[in-house]
């Protein structure tokens, strides 16, 4: 079960990644876009309602980006904690084996036994 969640939070923290990507470029061609309505505006041939418009879109753009941030941070801290449990559950499970191990071991040699 922790290798399941472990590898899904993986999957997870990749596709966040990669809807960042989209994202800030997503931003950089609204910023563009902003500067041409802007452009566009001035000489007249938009009006300010498309300017507003096209300025929400950038924001809008932005607060994704910021929404992404704050989820993929969350994704990096639960997987760090699933993957360090996992580590300690397999650390303790493989010195109560090998404890277990090393006294049937010890207890079925005729010397011991």
Do not use: H
């Amino acid at each position: 079960m922790v290798v399941s969640n472990t590898a899904s939070l993986y999957y997870q923290l990749l596709g966040l990644d990669a809807q960042k990507k989209i994202v800030e470029q997503t931003i950089i061609k609204r910023k563009q876009l902003l500067e041409a309505s802007a452009a566009l505006k001035q000489a007249g041939m938009l009006t300010k309602t498309a300017l507003k418009q096209t300025e929400a879109l950038m924001y809008n753009a932005e607060s994704s980006l910021i929404s992404l941030i704050l989820k993929l941070k969350s994704a990096r801290i639960l997987l760090d904690y699933c993957w360090q449990k996992s580590l300690e559950r397999g650390a303790w499970n493989f010195r109560r084996t090998a404890d277990s191990y090393r006294f049937s071991y010890w207890s079925s040699l005729p010397a011991f036994g």
